[in-house]
Structure formats: C-alpha cells, structure tokens
C-alpha cells in the first residue's frame, strides 16, 4: 500500500497543503484534476524529485520519502515520453537496467519478454524519430516496466495520442496491469479515461484532494459543486431543500431521494435528462416543458440545452434528434427521476 500521509510542499505560488492520499497495493489509481492542480507534482513526490517540507510518503509500511529515487524501484512515464533520442528502442529500454549488477544475457532476455508484451519487438532498432505516438508510448512504458517496478507512474499517457490510438492504449494499459499486477497511480483530466481504467479515482483541485473512491459512485455522486461540474454535470443549481423537494426559485422546484433542509446544491448529469415533445407518461416526478436554446454536434451524440425557467442540459442520440427534429425554439418537454438528482 502507497500512503502520503499529511505532504506540504510549496512550489512558488503552487502548495500541496496537508496532502494524504492511499493506494492500495495492486490497484490502478487514476487521479484527476485541471491543468495546474498539482497532479504531476504528486506523481513528482512519490518518485523523489520533490522532497516534502512537512509529512511522509510510505509503501507497505516501509517510509521511502527519505530515500533517493534510484532506491524506491519506481517506473515514470512523462507525458512526453522522455525518449532519448540518440538511442535506439532497443537501447531505450535497456537504459534503466545497464548501471545494475546484471549479467547481459538477462537484460536482454527481461528487454524481449518487455517488449513482446507489449508488442514491439518489430521496433528494436528504430530511433524515436521514427516511431508514431503509440510506438513511443509503448517504449516509455517498456522502460518503466523492464525493471519490475514495485509503483508505477503515468503521467496523462494517453493524452497527446489520436483517438483510435488512445483507446487502443487505453486497453493495452488495462491489459498489462491484469498481467503485473503493478500498483500504479495514472494521471488524467479525462473522466471518460478514468471510468475505463480506474480500481478508484481521486479528484484534486488546488492541491487538495476534495474527492475519491468507485470511479461510478464518484461520477454519480459528486460531493461538490467543482467535482460535478469537472465531470460533467453541466445541470447545477443552488437552491432551498426542504425534505425531498428543492425549491430553485418562486416557480420551479425540484424533487429528489435525499431529506435535506437548508441551502444546497443539486447536480442532473445530462445523459439521464430525456427529451421528448409530450409529456412523459412515467414515474419520474421532474417534468418540465421548455423551449430548446442550443443544439452541439458532438459526433455521436448532441448536446441539447433548454429554457425550462432554469437552463436544462441533455445529451441524446443524433438519430433521436433527427426523429424529433428538433430546431432552436422547438417545443419539449425535460424529464428525469428523482434517483437523478445529486443533492450537494
């Protein structure tokens, strides 16, 4: 198990405050966070290029912040990569094993069972100039991993790949860590990434960790107005709660599960928003008619915003909404359960 326990860390105007966080041994954990929340700095820590000024960092009971980072058997992959480029593939991922007391013929033999898992034997004599993104990737990781790291760190891998290499990775990541085993700590702003990959999820924000736990509960149930907006509940809405109903003006009020009292903050994720042109014949108690304001193409899916007296946000289908035709000032009606409803 891999506890920061209490870090503090000030970097300029940067300052990881009372920083704890545990990862189980064996467990991928994604953390997640915006650009400058102090995500890579953590994973910075925990290597041994930064040294708290206050707390300790410990793997399985042992303390290893007071060790230099060559001793703490830790594999880093950087964003980019960090290839040497005057090495070959070959000569890349023998690097980290060629100053340790091992005989040849086994850092070649630990460098081919490396590279075969990860399906890059064909590549051994190229330089990184000549490799796509993914073939760098897959190098970066044979480094770290030829080594058999006890923690490995992932720097947002999968960030500056194309889609379609981007989900190939994305199981190829899942895959060698049902192989290893490695306790391994990934890095992300991309919460679709994280529910893919994730044992758990953390979420940082300022160089607090404001949330963690089952990457779903923590999608679903927000503990915050930040942690809901940064996975996408767009639906946000501060109101009255009064029992199960929260009143966000004179005129619209919303009904949920929890028994509250008292100012609050509610979260709809817009995928169990339905939109329809009548009135749906259901259970769910949130039924408002509206009038669409927007309408995004995302691709396969379209982002449809309402003006119900408050601002409603759904995502469906681009078949459904080539059924319903819908048009900027097309008619609707926005429906979603009581289950819906994250009362903050």
Known sequence: ???????????????????????????????????????????????????????????????????????????????????????????????????????????????????????????????????????????????????????????EPLSALDPSTRESLQEELKRIHCITGTTTIHISHDFKEALALADRIGVMHNGVLIQHGDPVEVFKCPASEFTASFLGSCNIFRGEADGSCVKLSEYIQVFTLDQKHGRVSISIRPEDIIISQDPVSASARN???????????????????????????????????TEMELAIGSEVWMTFKTTAVNVI
Request: aromatic share 8%.
């Open 287 to 321: 039924s408002f008619p509206g009038v669409v304001t927007s309408i995004i193409n995302q691709g396969p899916l379209f982002k449809i915003e309402a003006d119900c007296g408050i601002a409603l946000t759904s995502l469906i289908t681009g078949k459904a909404a």
């Open 1 to 155: 198990m891999l506890e920061l326990r209490n870090i503090s860390l000030s970097l300029g105007d940067f300052k990881l405050d009372k920083f704890s966080l545990t990862v189980k041994e064996g467990e991928y954990f994604v953390l997640l966070g915006p650009t400058g929340t102090g995500k890579t700095v953590t994973l910075e820590l925990i290597a041994g290029l930064y040294q708290p000024e206050e707390g300790e960092v410990y793997f399985n009971g042992a303390r290893i912040d007071n060790l230099p980072p060559e001793k703490r058997q830790i594999g880093f992959v950087y964003q980019d990569y960090a290839l040497f480029p005057f090495l070959t593939v070959d000569e890349n991922i023998k690097f980290p094993l060629t100053h340790r007391r091992i005989h040849p013929k086994e850092i070649r033999q630990k460098c081919l069972e490396t590279m075969e898992m990860l399906g890059i034997t064909h590549l051994l004599s190229r330089y990184p100039s000549a490799l796509s993104g993914g073939e760098k990737q897959r190098t970066a990781l044979a480094r770290a991993l030829v080594c058999s790291p006890r923690i490995l760190l992932l720097d």
